[in-house]
T-cell receptor, first 114, second 114 residues
Framework: GQQLNQSPQSMFIQEGEDVSMNCTSS?????WLWYKQEPGEGPVLLIA?????ELTSNGRLTAQFGITRKDSFLNISASIPSDVGIYFC??????????????FGKGTHLIIQP | GAGVSQSPSNKVTEKGKDVELRCDPI?????LYWYRQSLGQGLEFLIY????????KSGLPSDRFSAERTGGSVSTLTIQRTQQEDSAVYLC????????????FGSGTRLTVV
């Protein structure tokens, strides 16, 4: 099955700093998704990417779908305390009617130091 | 409903007992997924329902796990003879149809087997 490597596993940063995390895959995906999970909640979709090379922003967040279709990154600019949480990448290979489960990375735990 | 609803939010059970976890997807969403999230891990795919089709059970870790979806809406995940390694957060998600962008997750059921 597909394997997703997400890094870094955790980040300790100062408020105001920019953040960058990425995911690489052993397989080609045709959809990349980035989620954020806060304590006691389910993951919430931040950005969805559907085309190789696509660069999409959502406020201070920017994500890109790698040209090779095997990687994606998420950047957060000028971090604020509410950015704390676990960020997950997820990829999908849509087989047109077969199993459609997303493959998730193990997450990047973002901690912001005052 | 407005979102994906899961119950109970927390469940503590004794080893060997059976448990049932419930998921109410967003009204009209035909695709429903169960995932398991263990401490410090990513999301592990368990089972997927699409409309009235036979579910994709390929992610279920053992035959102690089963799930059903009645009337194309509410789903129940059952774990028989629970073991300590079953302790995790069980997340349910739904989408309007298979392959349709990102999932909407519920807040999960935190299962603790003692």
């Amino acid at each position: 099955g597909q394997q997703l490597n997400q890094s870094p596993q955790s980040m300790f940063i100062q408020e105001g700093e920019d953040v960058s995390m990425n995911c690489t895959s052993s397989s080609i995906f045709n959809t990349w998704l980035w989620y954020k999970q806060e304590p006691g909640e389910g993951p919430v979709l931040l950005i969805a990417l559907y085309k190789a090379g696509e660069l999409t922003s959502n406020g201070r967040l920017t994500a890109q779908f790698g040209i090779t279709r095997k990687d994606s990154f998420l950047n957060i600019s000028a971090s604020i305390p509410s950015d704390v949480g676990i960020y997950f990448c997820a990829g999908r290979v849509y087989s047109g009617g077969g199993a459609d489960g997303l493959t998730f990375g193990k997450g990047t735990h973002l901690i912001i130091q005052p | 409903g407005a979102g994906v609803s899961q119950s109970p939010s927390n469940k503590v059970t004794e080893k060997g007992k059976d448990v049932e976890l419930r998921c109410d997807p967003i009204s009209g969403h035909t695709a429903l997924y169960w995932y398991r999230q263990s401490l410090g891990q990513g999301l592990e795919f368990l089972i997927y329902f699409q409309g009235n089709s036979a579910p994709d059970k390929s992610g279920l870790p053992s035959d102690r796990f089963s799930a059903e979806r009645t009337g194309g809406s509410v789903s129940t995940l059952t774990i028989q003879r629970t073991q300590q390694e079953d302790s995790a957060v069980y997340l349910c998600a739904s989408t309007p149809r298979t392959g349709a962008g990102g999932y909407t997750f519920g807040s999960g059921t935190r299962l603790t087997v003692v």
